[in-house]
C-alpha cells in the first residue's frame, strides 16, 4: 500500500480541500427549560424577600403595639400620682393648717397691736 504524501499540488487541488462546516450549537430541551428556570428563581426569590418584609413589618407593628400599651398604662399612673401630689401640696400648703403647726410647733401667736408697724 502506499501511502499519500502531501505534495504541492496536491494541496492546491480543489478535490483535496474540502470545506469545514462550521458546527451549530446542539440545543437540547434541558437547555430551553433552564432558560426559564432563571426568571422564576429570581421571582421565587423576590416572593421570599416579600414575605420576610411583611412578616419583619407586622413583628413591628406587634412590638408597637406593646410599647403603646405600656406607655399608656405608665402615663394613667403618673397622671394620678399628680393628682394626689396636687391634693397633698393643697393640704399641706393651706393658711389653716399652717397657721396651726405655727402655733404648735414653733410657739408663734398673733402679733399685739403695737408690734405691726404698716410702712407708707
Not at 5 to 32: D, E, G
Not at 85 to 108: Q, Y
Request: charged share 25%; aromatic share 4%.
Amino acid at each position: 500500500m502506499r501511502a499519500k504524501t502531501a505534495t504541492a499540488a496536491n494541496l492546491n487541488s480543489p478535490r483535496s480541500v474540502r470545506p469545514v462546516k462550521a458546527k451549530q450549537p446542539h440545543r437540547s430541551p434541558k437547555r430551553k427549560s433552564q432558560r426559564h428556570l432563571i426568571p422564576i428563581c429570581a421571582l421565587g426569590f423576590c416572593l421570599f424577600i416579600l414575605g420576610l418584609v411583611h412578616v419583619w413589618l407586622r413583628l413591628q407593628v406587634v412590638h408597637m403595639g406593646y410599647v403603646l400599651s405600656t406607655t399608656t398604662k405608665l402615663q394613667g399612673r403618673l397622671e394620678q400620682e399628680n393628682r394626689e401630689l396636687k391634693v397633698e401640696l393643697a393640704s399641706l400648703t393651706s393658711p389653716d393648717r399652717l397657721e396651726a403647726m405655727a402655733r404648735r410647733r414653733l410657739g408663734l401667736m398673733p402679733p399685739e397691736k403695737g408690734q405691726v408697724i404698716v410702712l407708707p
